[in-house]
């Protein structure tokens, strides 16, 4: 008999949640009710699942459940049949105990199915399992749900008994709950959770629902209903995406090219604050668009949940948005009341950019002795230090390459200057404008631009896809100090485990990546790591430039496996510590891309694989090569190719045109191919074995200068 299937409706009504997890806890509760009733058989693959999630409530609309799950057959195992059955066929006083225990008796031994179970045939008692009804698996996919929320806070509350002498029971969840609905259809699922039991009836906006309680019809009313008797956007996409449309409206009705500062985050948490979006523009005080922007604009979103707006030049204008969560016919007192909220805020900005300019950033550099910076690695002074030695270190090789006398100067003056804005009162009260804040002082102090923008870049890059340091002098700085992090965490064990990153050291790793090969910079990485570690105090750290270096390796190859490589390309161009300049590789990952889709690609990839090996098993051989023991006609044909090959080849190498290289080798797929057929490598005279392996040395010294090719091999 089929069981007729309908919508499902579950909410939890709450007290305000916890905004910044408003959206996983919705989705949370959804995905895990619906995975629930699907394992249960209450619902299928093809069931919609819908979530609902507001500053007041969790809920989730399911299509296509059924009332009751269909009726299952069950095998289970009982026993090895020479265990359940006696010499004559009889059950065992065993077989009989375990039958009762599953509601049967000796009248089912008959019907016992016997089969292999290993090595041993067994019995199987075959019954059938009555299915779920959806009051039961709900029951059960509520409670999982509830239990799974990634809740990132846990409150107690108690609960009134509902008995005649008043008495409470402890309750634990997010937030106070005070409603739990639960519809099939139009009709009721008794169900329980968190001491409610389920009904019809919810609650819309606090202030401007039409309806209280709103009695829901049925499951598929849900939404229509809170948004036309409880003034409620109940979808969280939903709202925010009404919200993005009305920011987006309230901008062009300012003019002039207005655009709101858009935040995902943000949008995210503002999405979460309120009911019934409605935004409103609101202004402050032009005298405080004198303090720099990114001031103002954190001030604005992180304290006030606003959305500052800028003109057509990008620069911040004196109007900003407010996403209210009432739409009073007259929004002046709402206006105004955010305006008075915000001009403190702002006056507070003022006031710390103001101060902390009556001291140059150079004045406050030996106030950073007194700010720990690690307890085994020092103070922020004696990490300063450290990274100016780095900084000019790097700054003299990039100076001495690009032809520019002042590079290491400037990074060294701005490796001094660059942690001085830590002890500044704006850092203090916005710990995210470090940088940014030094760059304007060292403006005000009148300091070359150069090194100004290398104070705020040096923490570049900050996070995947941000921006790299916009001048040499400021690669040089953040190169130091990503460096210093790293030696200095390295040496005192704090390296990376797991999903677990402290000092967000793969960070910093793929940042020193980036800079070396997105920059082209002429260093080698090897030698970085190792200047690094020199300017420790000896005995500080322990030596783990091996294990740093490969670390560095692993960030490398993972940066080119997320440009699109396969690992077998990157395997190829990236072979070992050798390769110290990283700014060549992707012209390398190119030809070896274009080398493997040759025809000729594989048997010499083979081929070179097979000379790796024959190598390794023969340390006399020497890369050179007599004419006069060339003897057999494959070995003088490969060694003429080579002769006219190889030069060309190399002449490609060194312009770069690593793509042409490999592709000029490729016409040695022949004499090679010929050269193996016809020729013993191990000849017993001597002086011939050791001519063909120079020749071999040769040819793999040749084809492997642009990548280790036997690792393409099959």
Not at 562 to 579: H, M, N, P, Q, T
Not at 632 to 661: C, R, W
Request: proline share 5%; with cysteine.
């Amino acid at each position: 008999m089929t069981t007729p299937k309908n919508n499902l409706l579950v909410e939890l009504f709450v007290e305000e949640l916890p905004p910044k997890a408003l959206k996983k806890l919705g989705d949370a509760f959804a995905s895990v009710l619906r995975d629930q009733l699907v394992a249960q058989g209450l619902a299928d693959a093809g069931s919609v699942m819908t979530a609902y999630a507001s500053p007041r409530r969790l809920a989730a609309h399911l299509t296509d459940v059924l009332a009751q799950a269909a009726d299952k057959a069950v095998s289970q195992k009982l026993m090895p049949v020479t265990v359940g059955l006696d010499a004559s066929g009889n059950a065992t006083p065993a077989l009989l105990k375990r039958l009762g225990a599953l509601g049967a008796d000796a009248s089912a031994v008959p019907g016992l199915r016997r089969a292999m179970d290993g090595k041993a045939e067994a019995l199987f008692f075959e019954s059938t399992a009555k299915g779920a009804t959806l009051a039961e698996g709900l029951q059960k996919a509520l409670a999982e749900s509830i239990a799974k929320l990634p809740i990132p806070k846990v409150m107690s509350y108690q609960l009134e008994t509902g008995c005649e002498l008043p008495g409470w029971s402890s309750v634990s969840f997010v937030r106070p709950a005070h409603g739990l609905v639960a519809l099939h259809g139009d009709t009721v699922v008794p169900v329980e959770a968190l001491g409610l039991k389920a009904g019809r009836e919810t609650h819309g906006h606090r202030f401007e629902a039409t309806v209280d309680p709103i009695v829901l019809r049925d499951a598929n009313h849900y939404a229509e209903q809170l948004t036309d008797d409880g003034a409620v956007i109940p979808g969280f996409e939903a709202r925010r995406s009404e919200i993005a449309r009305q920011l987006a409206d309230a901008a062009v009705k300012v003019g002039g090219g207005t655009q709101p500062v858009l935040d995902d985050a943000l949008l995210d948490e503002v999405t979460a604050l309120v009911e019934r979006p409605n935004v409103l523009v609101c202004e402050f005080e032009r005298e405080f668009l004198d303090v720099p922007q990114e001031c103002l604009i954190l001030t604005m979103k992180a304290n006030q949940k606003y959305f500052p707006l800028l003109d057509a030049a990008g620069r911040l204008t004196n109007k900003f948005l407010v996403v209210s969560n009432i739409r009073p016919d007259d929004a002046s007192a709402v206006i105004g009341g955010n305006e008075r909220v915000v001009r403190p805020r702002l006056a507070d900005a003022k006031f710390f950019f103001d101060q902390d300019r009556k001291k140059s950033l150079a004045s406050r550099v030996d106030s950073l002795a007194k700010v720990v910076y690690h307890n085994k690695l020092g103070t922020q002074g004696e990490r300063v230090r450290r990274v100016m030695q780095i900084a000019r270190l790097v700054g003299e090789q990039l100076g001495a390459a690009s032809d520019d006398s002042r590079l290491a100067a400037h990074a060294v003056q701005a490796a001094q200057l660059a942690k001085a804005d830590l002890v500044t009162d704006m850092v203090g009260e916005f710990p995210e404008l470090q940088g940014t804040m030094g760059r304007y002082y060292a403006l005000h102090d009148g300091l070359d631009p150069l090194v100004a923008d290398a104070i705020e870049d040096h923490y570049k890059p900050r996070f995947a896809g941000d921006t790299l340091p916009r001048s040499m002098v400021g690669v040089a700085v953040a190169l130091a100090d990503k460096l210093e992090t790293l030696v200095g965490m390295f040496g005192i064990g704090n390296l990376p485990t797991g999903d677990r990153d402290p000092f967000a050291l793969r960070r910093h790793a793929l940042g020193v990546v980036r800079m070396l090969i997105e920059r082209s910079l002429p260093l080698q990485f090897y030698e970085l790591t190792r200047q690094a570690f020199g300017v420790f105090p000896p005995g500080l750290l322990e030596d783990r430039s091996v294990e740093l270096d490969e670390f560095l390796i692993e960030r490398l190859k993972s940066y080119f496996k997320d440009e699109g490589y396969s690992a077998v390309e990157i395997d190829a161009a990236v072979y070992v510590r050798k390769l110290g300049v990283w700014a060549t590789i992707p012209k390398r990952l190119d030809a070896v891309r274009a080398f493997a889709s040759l025809p000729e690609a594989p048997a010499l990839a083979a081929a070179n694989k097979r000379i790796g090996n024959i190598l390794k098993k023969s340390p006399e051989a020497d890369a050179h090569v007599s004419e006069l023991l060339l003897h057999e006609p494959a070995e003088k044909a490969l060694h003429a190719a080579m002769q006219q090959i190889v030069p060309q080849a190399n002449a490609q190498f060194d312009e770069g045109d690593y793509t042409a290289s490999l592709q000029t080798l490729a016409a040695l797929r022949a004499p090679v191919d010929a050269f193996f057929d016809g020729v013993m490598v191990n000849a017993e005279q001597s002086d011939l074995r050791l001519n063909r392996l120079g020749l071999l040395m040769l040819l793999h010294n040749a084809m492997n200068r642009v990548a280790q090719l036997e690792l393409l091999a099959a």
